[in-house]
């Protein structure tokens, strides 16, 4: 798997966090169709991780400026894709960072990312919901684009809202919850016509309360 991300990805910057090196696909069609002719034989996922979606990358922006947020901190980046928001935690000093997906392909680049950046980020790879937390914050960004996806995992993160923080980036998906979240942040993050809809996305942090 590391061999066919190395082969279909560049080492460049995601725009808003110029700061992270990535193995990024640099035009999504290529990417996608090996991906296709692999899923055909082994079973893999489509390449979401190859791609630095705006709620990783507000994650990131915010993370880094300001790491007080995070330092010494225990850290979960929920469905984590290419784990830039895992780096971004482990740079701005975060104690433990811990990256959960349950694409094969996705932990593979996890690690990858992480020892580009000369980090720590401990993989893993299962579906995490479910679990009690021993996390102090749990990022999770781009997690509401699925209804089958937002009902699988919001009644988790609320149930451990009342003693982790739970932060949700998002750049306006259609099943993002219209109730229970507190504005944080947001940021104007550039995108691909390839990716999106628009080449500027809004996207907003917020904290998700308990319920």
């Not at 991300?5 to 640099?26: D, G, K, N, Q, S």
């Not at 932990?107 to 937390?133: C, H």
């Not at 099943?175 to 990716?195: H, Q």
């Not at 628009?198 to 942090?205: A, K, M, Q, S």
Request: hydrophobic share 50%; charged share 20%; glycine share 8%.
């Amino acid at each position: 798997m590391q061999e066919f991300i190395a082969a279909h990805t560049t080492i460049a910057a995601a725009p808003l966090v110029p700061e992270i090196r990535l193995h990024l696909a640099t035009e999504i069609t290529p990417i996608w169709q090996a991906s296709e002719a692999w899923l055909a034989r082994s079973g893999v996922e489509p390449p979401f991780w190859a791609f630095a979606w705006p709620g990783g990358q507000a994650l990131s922006r915010h993370l880094l400026d300001r790491p007080e947020s995070v330092r010494g901190k225990r850290v979960l980046d929920f469905a984590a894709g290419g784990g830039i928001a895992s780096v971004a935690a482990a740079l701005a000093g975060a104690t433990c960072v811990e990256a959960a997906e349950i694409d094969p392909m996705a932990i593979a680049a996890i690690t990858m990312n992480a020892a580009l950046n000369g980090v720590t980020v401990t993989p893993l790879a299962r579906d995490v919901v479910g679990e009690a937390s021993d996390w102090d914050l749990i990022l999770c960004g781009d997690v509401c684009y699925e209804a089958p996806m937002t009902r699988h995992i919001l009644p988790w993160l609320r149930r451990l809202a009342g003693k982790t923080e739970i932060w949700v980036a998002d750049p306006g998906r259609a099943y993002l919850p219209s109730e229970g979240l507190e504005p944080i942040a947001s940021f104007d993050v550039p995108t691909s016509l390839e990716l999106e809809d628009r080449e500027l996305r809004p996207t907003r942090l917020f904290r998700l309360a308990p319920g």
